[in-house]
């Protein structure tokens, strides 16, 4: 096997963990700051829903639970994946591991502290995508990256001569 998933995924975490306790530390709940002007801002967030907060922003212990069995399931799927169908392909194995560390780093997050630390804001002067972090862009740069792999990879239907037509 291999080991570009382990090392992604934990690389993945570890930097997620990293810059998380650094905003935690270093700046204020919901305070901003200015990297590039109307486009990129660091702004400290806590987000207790999903992606982007979709299911709303309060604290909820059951859907808190929830969510971090979803995301608990989704890791074991996606690595049982992996180990059932080895690839020496280092995009399959990047991009999953990608998608992993991703899911790993929120769900520490929500099972420590039931909500996940956003930081990461962009968009174009009042045009503004939700707050996301570290891990959210590796889980949504791992997906694109292996439907890549799958559109790369795709194998083409093989056409057999003389074969009998089947209804």
């Known amino acids: 096997m291999m080991p570009q998933f382990f090392f992604t995924a934990a690389f993945v975490v570890a930097l997620d963990q990293l810059v998380k306790i650094l905003i935690k530390t270093h700046m204020k709940l919901y305070t901003t700051v200015t990297i590039i002007p109307d486009i990129f801002n660091i702004t400290y967030i806590e987000n207790f829903g999903i992606a982007f907060g979709l299911t709303g922003q309060g604290e909820n212990q059951a859907k808190r639970w929830i969510l971090c069995g979803v995301i608990f399931c989704a890791i074991i799927l996606i690595t049982v994946y992996w180990l059932k169908h080895p690839q020496k392909s280092f995009l399959f194995n990047f991009s999953l591991g990608l998608i992993t560390g991703g899911a790993i780093g929120n769900l520490i997050d929500r ?25 959210d862009s590796a889980v949504s740069a791992g997906v694109c990256l292996f439907v890549l792999y799958l559109i790369i990879t795709k194998e083409h239907p093989v056409e057999v001569k003389n074969a009998p037509d089947t209804l």
């Open 111 to 135: 099972t420590l502290r039931g909500s996940v630390t956003d930081f990461l804001e962009v968009g174009f002067k009042q045009l503004s995508w939700p707050v996301f972090n570290l891990a």
